[in-house]
């Protein structure tokens, strides 16, 4: 049989035979060594993380304990921190000329062990002067994290004037 095939033909057979052969021994013993490279890294990752589990857990215990300190501490502040908040904004509101729209009644959210204060400020003024209040409150007095911000550009009617105001979310973070 092999003797009527020509040299094209029998190199052809060989070729496709070799490759079958191939196959046949990657899925018979190569594969399985394959997957089981594999699984060992895998398991080898595992290993080292749960090893850092212990250094983890006590860096995040140390941390939780510098979070209560710091609420501890700032006990006082948070007691009057609305106050606090509308006499710092009065106070830059005086030295420049941005004038305060709104300052509603705060929204409190109580969590577990926590409660979160969200104030509401509505400001107008120059973009500057704006942003430089936002720097103040969230930068340099810290008196709470500023989570939205979100200028509007109205046309007043009467002037005829555009009057960009800013209203800023403010949240402090209270432990209960």
Request: one cysteine or more.
């Amino acid at each position: 049989m092999l003797k009527q095939l020509t040299y094209k033909k029998k190199n052809l057979v060989l070729i496709s035979g070799i490759a079958l052969f191939a196959l046949i021994v990657y899925f018979l013993a190569i594969g399985k060594t394959v997957d089981l490279y594999f699984q060992c890294n895998e398991l080898k990752e595992q290993l080292e993380f749960s090893n850092n589990a212990s250094e983890q857990l006590n860096l995040l215990q140390k941390q939780m304990n510098e979070i209560d300190g710091v609420f501890e501490s700032n006990s006082e502040l948070n007691k009057n921190y609305q106050q606090g908040l509308l006499e710092n904004i009065s106070n830059y509101c005086n030295q420049t000329s941005v004038i305060l729209r709104e300052f509603p009644t705060q929204i409190i959210l109580n969590e577990r062990d926590f409660s979160v204060e969200t104030n509401l400020v509505v400001v107008e003024g120059s973009f500057t002067n704006l942003l430089k209040l936002v720097y103040m409150l969230e930068q340099k007095n810290k008196t709470g994290k500023v989570s939205s911000l979100l200028f509007n550009s109205k046309k007043d009617y009467k002037t005829k004037q555009l009057t960009l105001t800013a209203s800023i979310y403010i949240q402090n973070i209270k432990k209960k």
